[in-house]
């Protein structure tokens, strides 16, 4: 590391030893934030890549780049009897996340002061590895991803995310005029914080930099949570940008084979369409050739609405591929087990669920527990079929066989209804929660 890294180095540790991020009170848990323990599950991550099911049980599970050890603890809470080992430069950090583990009652975590560059020192192999908010301070992405990988098991998952230079442009150019005034020399405090308030508003509102990356309404509040946002946006020590062209660029230097966004779904090219069907001619011929690189190239210029360029990626794995869902034959169903996914079986959704059994009452589940657009209203067969499945995996047939013990007449007709009918009927309403990432279903040709 030459000498100018290891000043930045140096501030980016001082910065975090002095207010370890994120500031969560000591008792905060993440058992009820869903969508959050749904992002951090393998079991999520290993599914998109392999539709299969994992057993979080006895896994190794590094957070690199671990802060005061929340993303730590909801690693823990969102992967049953995983061993979970925490890293990060920043000592206090380290020891914040040690004692929230501790206080949550895990004890099967270690957390390390310790670079990723370091990696093997710890003599693991690990089945996931979490870098969240992390890998944009390192001046080689691809560097750090390679670290990652020469620790990471052959099936094993990275998770990691970097800053996106299109859609936080806004917030690198305060940090430059922060670091002219001098604002960045030394490890930002109490006095540099209060003079970025200052120096924003004294602008004119209608300054283009105010307008864009200055909440007035964020800003009137002068407590911790406004410190943790100054100092993470506005003199955020390393802060860096990259596009998806250098996320790739990163993957193909590291070896490493792409996967998908964490958030894929909201990264739909033909979403920022009105006519997705009916495009120009020219958009018609060329997008269904465009490589997944393009296509979220495209999709990051046309609309940079995502602060974080947030991927999941692994060791390439030639010839590893499954048949989708919706290509299934009648064998691959009748073969097939279904699977709740585990953060799907939570309070809210069992009281929802036996509610619509018993009471006909419909509720909304959103797509992959994300605050967007799409829902499915679940009517009283779909929440029938997860009744089922509250307790275990099931067997499709077994599942069919349930559902005639249940529901036994033909509601038209009011004759027994027929297996072929019941199989029928459970196919369609599979696929559709499968489709919402509430069900898993896995068929022998992928076990």
């Known amino acids: 590391m030459n000498t100018s890294n290891s000043e930045l180095w140096d501030k980016i540790r001082n910065q975090f030893d002095s207010a370890p991020y994120p500031n969560y009170a000591l008792d905060k848990s993440p058992k009820e934030e869903y969508k959050y323990l749904y992002i951090h599950s393998l079991v999520t991550a290993y599914y998109l890549r392999n539709q299969k ?59 390390y002061t310790l670079s990723i560059y370091d990696l093997p020192q710890l003599n693991y192999q690990f089945d996931y590895i979490n870098c969240d908010e992390t890998l944009y301070f390192f001046p080689d992405i691809a560097l750090a991803l390679t670290a990652m990988k ?39 405090g109490d006095m540099e914080i209060e003079l ?5 508003n004294s602008l004119q509102e209608n300054t283009e930099i105010k307008t864009k990356v200055w909440n007035p ?55 920022l369409f009105k006519e997705p069907d009916n495009l120009p001619a020219f958009l018609g011929m060329s997008l269904p050739e465009a490589s997944i690189e393009e296509q979220l190239q495209l999709f ?46 939570n309070p809210i959704v069992i009281t929802n669920v036996i509610a619509c059994v018993s009471e006909g009452k419909t509720f909304p589940i959103r797509k992959d527990l994300a605050v967007t657009e799409d829902f499915v209203y679940v009517d ?35 004759e027994p209804i027929e297996k072929v009918k019941v199989f029928q009927l459970l196919q369609k309403l599979l696929l559709v929660l499968e489709s919402f990432d509430v069900i898993m279903l896995e068929t022998k040709s992928s076990l």
């Open 53 to 111: 099911v994992i057993d979080t049980k006895d896994k190794i599970i590094l957070d690199a780049g671990c802060g005061s050890g929340y993303k730590s603890l909801t690693l823990a809470e969102a992967n049953p009897g995983a061993k979970i080992v925490g890293i990060d430069i920043s000592e206090e950090s380290v020891k914040l996340a040690q004692k929230r583990l501790e206080y949550h009652g895990f004890d099967n975590a270690e957390f």
């Open 150 to 188: 020469d620790v990471l098991k052959p099936e094993g998952i990275i998770r990691s995310n970097i800053h996106s230079s299109l859609q936080r442009f806004g917030h690198f150019r305060a940090q430059k005029v922060f670091s002219m005034m001098g604002l960045m020399d030394e490890n930002p």
């Open 196 to 200: 970025v308030h200052e120096i924003m």
């Open 217 to 271: 309404n964020k800003s009137s509040s002068k407590g911790k949570d406004d410190q943790q946002r100054i100092l993470m946006n506005y003199l955020l020590q390393g802060d860096k940008g990259f596009n998806i062209n250098d996320m790739f660029s990163a993957f193909r230097t590291a070896d490493l084979e792409f996967i998908k966004m964490v958030n894929w779904r909201q990264w739909d090219l033909m979403n």
């Open 300 to 345: 990051e210029l046309l609309h940079p609405i995502h602060r974080l360029l947030d991927f999941l990626c692994g060791h390439p794995q030639a010839g590893n591929t499954f048949i989708p869902i919706d290509e299934w034959t009648n064998t691959e169903w009748e073969n097939a087990t279904v699977h709740l996914h585990p953060q799907f079986n």
């Open 380 to 414: 009283s067969s779909m929440a029938l079929c997860l009744f089922f499945l509250l307790e275990t995996s099931l067997p499709m047939m077994s599942l069919v066989e349930k559902w005639q013990q249940f529901r036994p007449l033909d509601p038209l007709s009011g």
